[in-house]
Nanobody
Framework: VQLQASGGGLVQAGDSLRLSCAAS????????MGWFRQVPGKERDFVAAIRWSGDRTYYADSVKGRFTISRDNAKSTVYLQTNTLKPEDTAVYYC?????????????????WGQGTQVTVSS
C-alpha cells in the first residue's frame, strides 16, 4: 500500500485546511484509515481514524469538534478537514492505513504510512 498525503500549508490561526491522502497499490476499501501528526522531538500522535465503512470515526480530544475525517472508497482517498486551526496544531501530518478491525491509537500499530505534509499555523 502506498499513501500520498497532500494539502498542508502555512495558514493563520482560525483558518482551515483540507488534507488528502490518496492510496494505491492495494485496495484499501476494507482498511482502517487514519491521520497522525508529529512535531520535532516528539512522538507521532494520533489525530483521527475512520473505519472502512465510514460509519465510525475516532478523534483525539485535542481536535474533537474542529477536525473531521472522511473517506471516498471509490477514489481510495481519505480526507482530514481541519477547521479553527491553532498554533499548537502545527506539525507534520501523516496518513496511515491498517487492515486491523480495531482502531488503535498507537502509531506502532499502523503498518502503512504516507510521507507527511507540513501544516504550519501562525498566531
Amino acid at each position: 500500500v502506498q499513501l500520498q498525503a497532500s494539502g498542508g500549508g502555512l495558514v493563520q490561526a482560525g483558518d482551515s485546511l483540507r488534507l488528502s491522502c490518496a492510496a494505491s497499490g492495494r485496495t484499501v476499501s476494507k482498511y482502517v484509515m487514519g491521520w497522525f501528526r508529529q512535531v520535532p522531538g516528539k512522538e507521532r500522535d494520533f489525530v483521527a481514524a475512520i473505519r472502512w465503512s465510514g460509519d465510525r470515526t475516532y478523534y483525539a480530544d485535542s481536535v474533537k469538534g474542529r477536525f473531521t475525517i472522511s473517506r471516498d472508497n471509490a477514489k481510495s482517498t481519505v480526507y482530514l478537514q481541519t477547521n479553527t486551526l491553532k498554533p499548537e496544531d502545527t506539525a507534520v501530518y501523516y496518513c496511515a492505513a491498517s487492515p486491523n478491525i480495531v482502531v488503535l491509537t498507537s502509531h506502532a500499530s499502523w503498518p502503512y504510512w504516507g510521507q507527511g505534509t507540513q501544516v504550519t499555523v501562525s498566531s
